[in-house]
């Protein structure tokens, strides 16, 4: 757990989106880099206790389909 008592929480994350569509359908890139890296893991019971630290960084890049269905239109 994080110092603040959350789950391996994230500290920092950037990154940048484009979507390219015509009128309701869009075609979604997203890319970036997210920090969250967690330590001072508390452990109890019979559990072994060679982790230290755990390093969950690193980059993601997602690509989806986004189906807009509200009208900015009136008719």
């Known amino acids: 757990r994080e110092s603040n008592d959350w789950f391996a929480s994230l500290y920092s994350s950037y990154g940048a ?4 569509g015509y009128k309701k359908v869009y075609l979604v890139f997203e890319g ?3 920090s969250n890296t967690v330590d001072k893991f ?5 559990m072994n206790d060679n982790i230290q630290k755990l390093n969950l960084s690193g980059g993601y890049a997602t690509i989806g389909l ?4 509200v009208s900015t239109s009136k008719k």
């Open 17 to 20: 989106s484009l979507a390219i």
């Open 32 to 34: 970036g880099y997210q």
């Open 42 to 46: 508390k452990s109890t019971g019979i």
């Open 66 to 69: 986004l189906f807009d269905g």
